[in-house]
């Protein structure tokens, strides 16, 4: 079975995957710096080189390499089994974010909004229709 990673390239890399765990609990599971590679000079010896992150039941993959540049061609589409997850979840991620469209019910039947986090990743959150 193939399992889809999301990727994130970020400025602070620590500082988001931290925003992560608080916005849907979870961990960092492990972290490798540029200091660990041999040869590393002071100006990297603390960025992140692969971050793994298990948040909301999923891995994410993390590293620094600014600047970065969103666009926006992709959400990353968290779909919740509970309301109250779900809704948390959005109100986390939209502390010093953007709210691009409110989290309420949809004519399809599931709960559903969309959000542009402080690091400039926009992510969709759903419950499961009916739900």
């Known amino acids: 079975m193939t399992k889809l990673r999301p990727y994130l390239y970020c400025d602070h890399a620590k500082e988001q995957a931290q925003f992560y765990v608080e916005a849907f609990g979870g961990e960092i599971i492990s972290m490798q710096t540029y200091g660990d590679m041999p040869g590393s000079t002071p ?9 793994v992150l298990q948040a909301a039941g999923l891995l994410f993959y993390m590293a620094d390499a600014g600047p970065i540049e969103r666009g926006n061609g992709m959400d990353l589409t968290l779909e919740f089994e509970t309301e109250e997850e779900a809704e948390e979840a959005f109100r986390n991620l939209s502390k010093f974010g953007t709210v691009l469209m409110p989290f309420e019910r949809m004519f399809w039947g599931s709960m559903f909004g969309r959000v542009q986090d402080m690091f400039g990743v926009r992510w969709q959150i759903a419950t ?3 739900h």
């Open 43 to 51: 100006e990297t010896e603390d960025k992140v080189m692969h971050l």
């Open 128 to 130: 499961q229709p009916g």
